[in-house]
């Protein structure tokens, strides 16, 4: 399944996190949450996650994605999704 494969890459690729990741090929929505974002700006956030997934991009296995990516203290007040 595309949701396991792209939580995979991005657990694998941004530690520790817990990431979330529902839909399909032609349209996914990820939710991370990880104290290696602190301090980092949103679009860095979601460029590392991007990255994590850019050759599922690349390949046409996986179009539209929504990113969702904060840090524990940010998670906490917004939660728009559970983390798996």
Do not use: C, N, W
């Amino acid at each position: 399944m595309i949701a396991d494969d792209v939580q995979a890459r991005i657990a694998r690729a941004i530690v520790p996190s817990d990431v979330s990741a529902r839909g399909d090929a032609s349209r996914m929505e990820i939710v991370v949450v990880s104290p290696a974002f602190e301090g980092v700006s949103r679009v860095r956030k979601q460029q590392l996650v991007y990255a994590a997934i850019a050759e599922l991009i690349s390949k046409g296995a996986l179009h539209a994605v929504t990113i969702r990516a904060y840090t524990p203290a940010e998670y906490a007040p917004e939660s728009p999704a559970e983390p798996q």
